[in-house]
């Protein structure tokens, strides 16, 4: 299962880590993707790193803002958001694979306000 | 590639069956298109990818069709926990994209 922890009301301009856990299977073996839903509005593909954290892609939205990274060890996978603004208050989550994801987690609501 | 569904809500009542449209702004390669089913307080759940394919555990009555611009997810005998709202992605073209979502209701 994925669990996603982190979220939480911040102000515009601050910053916010996201943590993803993973067990139940051999993470390192996995790509991982951070997906938002914004309410109201559909899915929208955030990022994505391969098995290593060593290849990551990011959509045009958030490229520059937001990284991503991983820790193999402990099953733990990261995005990292800076300069959030009131446009980036959605639920977020992370998901096995790149492409399709097969495996999701519950999300955690981010809530951008001052 | 801008994904669009229709309908946005669909009224139906269990044991009938359900057509939901997905269509692509520009053809999607390699038949790379995936469905998921939403509920509130749930894991999204993988559907369909590939089009076609149905994802482990996923009933038959379950399907996926559809190549280039229309893709269609059927749903026959719907049960009740079929009702939620089901979202298709496009994953041939970055950056991946969702529809906005149709929602199959209760009628």
């Known amino acids: 299962q994925l669990v996603e922890s982190g979220g939480g009301l911040v102000k515009p301009g601050r910053s916010l880590t996201l943590s993803c856990a993973a067990s139940g299977f051999r993470f390192s073996d996995f790509y991982m993707t951070w997906i938002r839903h914004v309410p109201g509005k559909g899915l929208e593909w955030l990022s994505y790193s391969d098995t290593t954290g060593d290849y990551t892609d990011y959509a045009d939205s958030v490229r520059g803002r937001f990284t991503v990274s991983r820790d193999n060890n402990d099953n733990l996978f990261y995005l990292q958001m800076h300069s959030l603004g009131v446009d980036d208050t959605a639920i977020y989550y992370c998901?096995?694979?790149?492409?399709?994801?097969?495996?999701w987690g519950q999300g955690t609501l981010v809530t951008v306000s001052s | 590639i801008l994904l669009t569904q229709s309908p946005d809500t669909l009224s139906l009542s269990p044991g009938e069956s359900a057509t939901l449209s997905c269509r692509a702004s520009h053809i999607v390669p390699a038949l790379s298109l995936a469905w998921y089913q939403r509920k509130p307080g749930q894991a999204v759940r993988l559907l369909i990818f590939?089009?076609?394919k149905r994802a482990t555990g996923v009933p038959d009555r379950f399907s996926g069709s559809g190549s280039g611009t229309d893709f269609t997810l059927t749903i026959s005998r719907l049960e009740p926990e079929d009702f939620a709202v089901y979202s298709c992605?496009?994953?041939?073209?970055?950056?991946?994209?969702f529809g906005q979502g149709t929602k199959l209701e209760f009628k």
């Open positions: 590939n089009s076609s």
């Open positions: 992605q496009q994953y041939g073209n970055k950056p991946w994209t």
């Open positions: 998901a096995r694979r790149h492409g399709f994801s097969d495996l």
